[in-house]
């Protein structure tokens, strides 16, 4: 089964409103990493965020690794952000990634 | 700037031919890495290395090989190529913190 489980699969913001995505891990990992992705583009990473709480501008990633979760919060959304999300876990050493399929987000003006 | 680059970003092959996918990166990372992105499945593993000379075989690495003649150089190889393998795929460079990625090449095998 699927190691990693997004949600939700998408959503629909009106400009302005927050959204929060989730992400759990079906195994243990040593960390975890959030990357954006633009429609046909590439992926840009958002966050490294082995544990805790971090804060760059508008999104804030929580982590919390002995409950296999993360959860990335977006705050007063704008339609520049609307894009692909997708959480992964570095899952061994070797920083090799297993990725979830990822929310697509749409914000509407 | 520290960048990733893929060549060619778009490429058309026929069943059975070989297709050679080229990785450059300039931030001077020991990993790289090769994934291919499909709906439904998100990202997947194929092929990573460690530094000149290192292959490993990723999560889906069958009917793929990989190439590694250098630090900044990471090559996908399909030696026969099918139609299952029309994706787009991405080379990826990185530390022990963070993965950086290109552009993508969209593969499609008719």
């Known amino acids: 089964g699927q190691q990693v489980q997004q949600s939700p699969t998408s959503l629909v913001l009106q400009e302005g409103e927050n959204a929060e995505l989730q992400c759990n891990f079906s195994t243990s990992l040593n960390s975890m990493q959030w990357f954006y992705q633009r429609p046909g583009g590439s992926l840009i990473s958002v966050f490294y965020?082995?544990?805790g709480t971090k804060q760059s501008g508008r999104l804030t990633s929580t982590t919390v690794i002995k409950e296999r979760r993360s959860s990335l919060h977006i705050s007063s959304s704008q339609i520049t952000d609307s894009g692909t999300y997708l959480c992964?876990?570095?899952?061994?050493?070797?920083?090799?990634?297993?990725f979830g399929t990822g929310t697509s987000l749409l914000v509407d003006p | 700037e520290a960048a990733v680059t893929q060549s060619p970003r778009n490429k058309v092959a026929v069943t059975g031919g070989k297709v050679t996918l080229s990785c450059n990166q300039t931030?001077?990372?020991?990993?790289m890495y090769w994934y291919r992105q499909d709906t439904g499945h998100g990202l997947r593993l194929i092929h990573y290395s460690y530094g000149a000379g290192s292959t490993e075989k990723g999560d889906i690495p069958d009917g793929y090989k990989a190439s590694r003649p250098s630090q900044e150089n990471f090559s996908l190889i399909l030696e026969l190529a099918t139609p299952s393998q029309t994706s787009v795929y991405f080379c990826?460079?990185?530390?022990?913190?963070?993965?950086?990625f290109g552009p993508g090449t969209r593969l499609t095998v008719l």
């Open positions: 992964a876990m570095e899952r061994d050493m070797g920083y090799k990634l297993t």
């Open positions: 965020n082995p544990s």
């Open positions: 990826a460079s990185g530390d022990a913190y963070e993965q950086y």
């Open positions: 931030n001077n990372h020991n990993n």
